[in-house]
């Protein structure tokens, strides 16, 4: 760094012999490393080196190496790497910690005269200032301070000093003297730093670093600041007092500033509150200083100062400060921040209050403390509705009986809105566009919206701590008031106790309704609830939806339903039941009935699926009773058929004409679930599929047909009759976020005024679109009535038509547009109408897909199965083919992967299917001939795996006897024949013309890879279509399909299967028609005339299949003559030209190795030392510039004797340094080698440099010092 400022000399602590550095660097280089590792930005090395550093020296115990480690921890508090600095203040504090011989007071002087700002260059200031300051620290970091007062004096006296150079060091000087403050004992404090402090405390009121500094002060000395010394020091007693709120605001606002980057509160603010409440003047302090003083600022770092002040303090506040805080000014602005901040790019703080929040109720125990806090930041709304949103975390560290406190607020509030008992506020924008009592009508709607998505919301987090009983008051108040009105009140029905003031209308009817239904959904997956062994027991075995007892949650939703419904002289329903749909209701209470003493017999999973859709079913009847009537006559007839089905199946031939005559249950049964699927439900959504899931083993082709008729591209889409509620799909979804609708009116005005350009821009892009000619006509026609169109004949400027008749041309003008307005706009709505009937339709399929997923996942061995082939490869084919949105990208994604992942792939599949050979062969056909006319190679893909799973369909399993005497390495003879009902000789014949049309094809959607999987799955296709694949690796029509057949060859070659198949004379015959093709296909001249990337990897592939098939036959000595093989790679060498190392160069040598031929090596061209010295290294230049560049007037100071024994000699001393400094200054520049002389300018110039620089000893001597650079 800079060993010129210190002379051994001037220190204090210079021991008697001084230490020689140069011995240490000879003695131990080991010891030296550890200040370089304490250098590196890497903390985990520099805590490494602190560790071992102080291990050593007390293992080693040596004076002059404690010294020096001192000396150097010193010398690099000041380093100019800022991240290095710590690590030597953290060791200099370990090292005295550990050699506590040490006076602190020695290290002390040594820092202040290592490091003293008076004598240090100006460029080094900065660096010194730290050096100074990572000095205190470590004194401080030795936990030695305070055995040591002076010590303790002349770091805060340092420190102090320090604190004038803000630029740099910033706060970090009063941050440590607080720090000591907190260390020393009171003893210590009052008779040797009151005296030093005694400037800053008397000036608390001037920055906020000082005033921390008394704060802390008072806190830990209370016995030495009485308030007859704060009256000395600051002129009044106490801190908090009327005469001091200016300074203290003065000072609140400075601080505010100074965090304004770092998003933090300041200390100090929190430490004044904490003083406020010790001194009983906090009533004072938050409304003269934050309220009166720090609000009356513009809205920024002030503002936010109060907020995070707000949230801080709510753990130290008595239960009235709390109402009082949480209710006053302060919260109102925080509405305010909340709902302007809304809008991109806005600095947001509500993350900040939900920490606050959430960490004030994990600590608070006290559930009023909890409850005044949920119910102040719930009563912060705009134009009633709370600015906190309905699903808040914070809810879940809420103590039960809290919890339930707040549930009950919530309802009262629901039920009777005081709105004039809510922080109520209003923006700019809404209290323009005030309108008295709507707006008091729309709050109230708000409010109650908000009130239902946060009830429903703490019953859906599983992490609320909540008892059963809160789960199901929140379920019956929903429910209640979703469907019935109270008209008397009864202790049996609570809900019929609350009266409302205000009563609901069809908005928050409806809102109700969809709230409710999802919150049955959330309840259909909720675990059971309670801290007993028997729940945990429960829960581990993942049941859901149930309560302790085992009861289903909607089973208990039921009977409160059915005890409503009979109680007429207390409630009433919204929609009264007609005697049709109340029979339908009774009905399925006994189907309940019915099915809960079969599960009490044996429970099955069938039942339970029967037993949940009768209750979903029956709880929408209250929703839509007219559309689901017919549905529960349908299911209760489908439950009953199926019983007697089970009861009656010896009987089933007898009744099969009679039943003949009517659909089968499960068909009907389908029916059921497609029809309830058109709902937007996602709980009716999963019950569907659970039913479907139970029935799949009595589903029927017919069935099974009705749902593939809903994925049929070709049907009418119109005729699928989908139920639309956008409200209830929105519940569904659970798009619950901070930002719900009417949380921000100026963003809803805001979005109003985009909708109005959009809007504007819509009219200017119709207005460029081409004009409608009957609009022209008619505007034409108007002009021409009104005498308004110009004319050739009229050429003057003067007005033709006076008021009159323009008042009536701009009433006929009007008339026109509005017109043509509605039409554009009909043409609007009439598109977004259809638009969203394709979305609902697609978003019916894709539900319907699960019905096919099930169906596939539960019945793959069933011959039903093989229905579904066809139905979707023309999904499929049909998706790809049309340009689709994000929607219908998903289905389509979903239809594959259920048709290639889950269909094809599968491990179950059918083995039944012997009384289906004909049609499953002509549907191979159909699918192969399809798949050749495809354009697009992806849906090809989709085709060709259909007719692999045909195939494996039509083989089945092997015979049992054959499985017996097949191992897994070398499978029986019998079994690799074994094709089942495969017609081998069609099947060939449709894959060899597949086979045939993408060889001969330039362009085919079939692929090389389809028939490689074909080759390994089926060893006997594989022999059949070989001597195909043999003929086109020199008869494709491209090298493209020369190189493929190469492939499916080799495949086929290296499958131990087809060389079982093939043994004996005919696997010779077939290697020896391979070496045929391979000759003359290595012979063709293309392959030489063009080095084209395809031609190379035909080359590549052919010289892979004669690697392997010379390696086969040797090995195997087979009667197969290579002669014409080996002759044609001899002369291959002639036609390519090969370069030292590639692909095609090693599997061609790698080919001639099995022949005897080696791959020549290189010869290695010495150059003898004479013609290496004559030859010029022209790359020893590059960087230089031209001899017409160099500066003349540096050239001509050269002596010319010199640089000539430069240029000659490089084995000199003087060569040396120069090689030495250069190695110093420049490490990564290249060194001159062997037989290499550097250049003559470079370093001429560094020896005349060096000779007019100080003395060569002195920096020797310097360098070998070790001092830190």
């Not at 706060?171 to 003893?187: C, Y």
């Not at 049929?712 to 799909?729: F, W, Y």
């Not at 269909?903 to 399809?930: F, I, N, P, W």
């Not at 399993?957 to 094709?979: G, N, S, V």
Request: overall charge neutral; aromatic content about 6%; some cysteine.
């Amino acid at each position: 760094m800079s060993v010129e400022m210190v002379e051994l000399p001037i220190e204090p602590a210079e021991p008697v012999n001084p230490v020689r550095p140069t011995g240490i660097l000879q003695q131990n280089r080991v010891f030296l490393d550890f200040f370089w590792d304490l250098a590196k930005p890497d903390q985990e090395t520099r805590l490494k080196a602190i560790e071992n550093l102080i291990q050593y020296l007390k293992t080693s115990n040596k004076a002059d190496e404690l010294d020096y480690a001192i000396k150097r921890l010193v010398e690099g508090l000041a380093h100019t790497r800022e991240a290095s600095r710590p690590g030597f203040s953290l060791a200099l504090g370990q090292v005295l910690s550990a050699f506590e011989e040490i006076p602190l007071q020695t290290i002390l002087d040594r820092i202040k005269v290592k490091h003293n700002l008076q004598k240090v260059k100006k460029k080094l200031i900065r660096n010194a200032m730290f050096g100074n300051f990572f000095g205190v620290l470590a004194l401080h970091q030795s936990s030695r301070l305070s055995k040591e007062p002076q010590v303790v004096l002349g770091c805060v006296q340092l420190l102090q000093s320090l604190g004038q150079h803000r630029e740099h060091l910033k706060d970090l000087p009063s941050k440590t003297m607080m720090d000591i403050l907190t260390e020393i004992p009171e003893e210590v404090f009052e008779e040797v730093l009151l005296g030093a402090l005694q400037t800053d405390l008397a000036s608390a009121f001037s920055t906020p670093e000082q005033l921390q500094l008394l704060l802390v002060a008072l806190q830990r000395f209370p016995q030495t600041l009485k308030p007859k010394k704060l009256k000395k020091l600051l002129g009044s007693s106490t801190i908090i007092n009327a005469d001091n709120i200016p300074k203290l605001t003065e000072v609140l606002k400075m601080a505010a500033q100074s965090v304004k980057k770092e998003c933090v509160l300041p200390s100090v603010a929190l430490d004044l509150l904490k003083l406020s409440l010790k001194e009983d003047s906090f009533q004072l302090f938050w409304t003269k200083a934050i309220i009166n003083g720090m609000l009356k600022d513009q809205p920024g770092p002030t503002h936010y100062l109060c907020y995070r002040l707000l949230g801080s303090a709510l753990p130290f506040l008595s239960l009235a400060q709390l109402k009082e805080v949480l209710s006053g000014e302060v919260m109102r602005l925080y509405g305010e921040h909340v709902v302007s901040a809304q809008k991109l790019d806005r600095f947001k703080l509500a993350p900040e209050m939900d920490a606050y929040v959430s960490d004030f109720l994990q600590g608070c125990k006290d559930p009023d403390k909890q409850l005044a806090v949920m119910v102040g930041f719930s009563s912060l709304t705009n134009q009633g509705y709370p600015v906190v949103p309905s699903v808040w975390r914070v809810v879940q560290h809420l103590q039960p009986a809290a919890l339930q406190c707040y549930v009950e607020w919530m309802k009262t509030m629901f039920l009777q809105p005081q709105l004039e008992n809510l922080l109520n506020f209003s923006t700019r924008k809404q209290k323009d566009n005030r309108e008295g009592r709507e707006q008091k009508e729309g709050s109230i709607f708000r409010l109650r919206k908000w009130i239902v998505a946060r009830l429903t919301s703490i019953v859906e987090n599983h992490q609320v701590k909540k008892e059963e009983d809160l789960v199901m008051d929140v379920a019956r108040f929903v429910f209640f008031h979703a469907f019935f009105n109270a008209k008397k009140a009864t202790p049996d029905i609570p809900e019929t106790e609350g009266k409302l003031s205000v009563q609901l209308d069809q908005k928050t009817r409806a809102i109700l309704v969809n709230s409710f239904f999802g919150l049955l959904h959330s309840m259909h997956h909720m675990p059971v609830i309670g801290d007993s062994a028997e729940v945990a027991t429960i829960n581990q075995r993942r049941v859901l939806g149930v309560t302790a007892d085992g009861t289903m949650w909607i089973y208990c939703l039921v009977q409160y339903a059915q005890v409503l419904l009979n109680q007429l002289k207390y409630t009433q329903s919204t929609q009264p039941f007609s005697l049709e749909q109340r029979q339908a209701w009774d009905s399925m209470l006994e189907s309940v009935a019915s099915l809960i003493r079969q599960a009490k017999k044996g429970p099955t999973v069938e039942t339970n699926a029967f037993q949940q859709l009768f209750l979903l079913v029956g709880m929408h009847l209250f929703k839509a009773p007219e559309e689901l009537v017919d549905i529960m006559k349908d299911l209760q007839n489908c439950m009953e058929k199926a019983q007697e089905k089970k009861v009656k199946k010896k009987k089933k031939q007898q009744a099969r004409e009679e039943e003949e005559e009517e659909p089968h249950w499960a068909e009907v049964m389908v029916d059921i679930l497609l029809s309830l699927l058109s709902q937007p439900s996602r709980h009716i959504r999963q019950v569907c599929r659970t039913v479907f899931s139970s029935i799949c083993p009595h589903v029927t082709a017919t069935a099974l047909t009705a749902i593939l008729d809903v994925l049929d591209p070709d049907k009418d889409e119109s005729a699928v009759v989908v139920t639309d509620d956008n409200d209830s799909d929105k519940t569904q979804k659970k798009e619950k976020k901070t930002s719900e609708e009417g949380q921000d009116e100026e963003m809803e005005e805001s979005d109003g005024d985009d909708d109005s350009d959009e809007d504007e821009d819509d009219e200017a892009i119709e207005e460029e679109e081409e004009v409608d000619q009957s609009f022209r006509l008619e505007l034409m026609k108007v002009l021409q009535k009104q005498n308004a169109l110009a004319t050739e004949e009229d050429a003057s400027d003067d007005d033709d038509l006076d008021d009159e008749a323009m008042m009536k041309l701009d009433n006929s003008l009007s008339m026109l547009f509005s017109e043509q307005k509605k039409k554009t706009q009909a043409k609007k709505d009439e598109k977004t109408r259809l638009h969203k009937e394709k979305t609902l339709v697609r978003e019916f399929k894709i539900k319907v897909l699960d019905l096919v997923e099930v169906f596939v996942a539960r019945q793959a061995s069933s011959p039903l199965v093989l229905g579904l082939v066809q139905p979707l490869l023309t999904v499929i084919d049909r998706g790809m083919s049309s340009d689709s949105d994000q929607q219908e990208q998903d289905f389509l994604r979903r239809a594959a992967d259920i048709f290639r992942n889950q269909l094809c792939r599968s491990k179950v599949y059918c083995k039944t299917a012997g009384d289906r050979q004909g049609e499953l062969h002509d549907l191979l056909e159909k699918l192969m001939v399809k798949a050749q006319k495809l354009a697009d190679s992806s849906v090809c893909l989709y085709y060709f795996s259909a007719s692999l799973y045909l195939v494996k369909v039509l083989r089945g399993a092997p015979p049992a006897e054959t499985k017996e005497h097949q191992t897994p390495d070398r499978p029986a003879p019998e079994d690799l024949w074994f094709m089942g009902n495969v017609d081998v000789d069609r099947v060939s014949t449709i894959f060899k013309e597949a086979l045939c049309s993408f060889m001969s094809r330039r362009k085919s959607p079939l692929t090389g890879q389809m028939f490689s999987d074909l080759f390994t799955r089926f060893p006997v296709l594989c022999v059949n279509l070989l001597d195909t694949a043999v003929q086109h690796i020199t008869a494709g029509v491209r090298e493209h399909q020369q190189n493929q057949a190469c492939v499916l060859v080799l495949r086929a070659l290296q499958s131990r299967e087809v060389q079982q198949l093939l043994s004996g004379t005919k696997w010779a015959e077939l290697c020896q028609k391979v070496v045929g093709q391979l000759a003359a296909s290595l012979s063709q001249k293309q392959a030489g005339q063009s080095e084209s990337k395809v031609v190379q990897e035909k080359v590549v592939k052919a010289l892979e299949v004669c690697q392997f098939l010379v390696k086969h036959v040797h090995q195997q000595k087979l009667l197969v003559d290579l002669e014409p093989l080996r002759t044609v790679l001899q002369s291959l060498t002639n036609v390519i030209t090969f370069r030292k190392t590639g692909q095609l160069e090693d599997t061609y040598w790698a080919v001639m190795k099995h022949f005897g031929v080696n791959k020549p090596k290189a010869e290695k061209m010495k150059k003898s030392n004479e013609e290496a010295g004559q030859l010029p290294i022209p790359k020893k230049k590059k960087g230089f510039l031209p001899e017409t560049k160099k500066r003349k007037n540096r050239k001509k100071q050269i002596p010319l004797e010199l640089a000539a024994d430069i240029s000659t000699s490089t084995d000199k001393p003087v060569g040396e340094k120069v090689k030495k400094k250069n190695n110093k200054n420049k490490t990564k520049r290249k060194q001159p080698g062997d037989g290499e002389t550097p250049s003559q300018p470079s370093s001429a110039k560094k020896i005349r440099t060096q000779s007019e620089s100080k003395p060569a000893k002195k920096k020797k001597q310097k360098k070998e010092g070790g001092g830190d650079k």
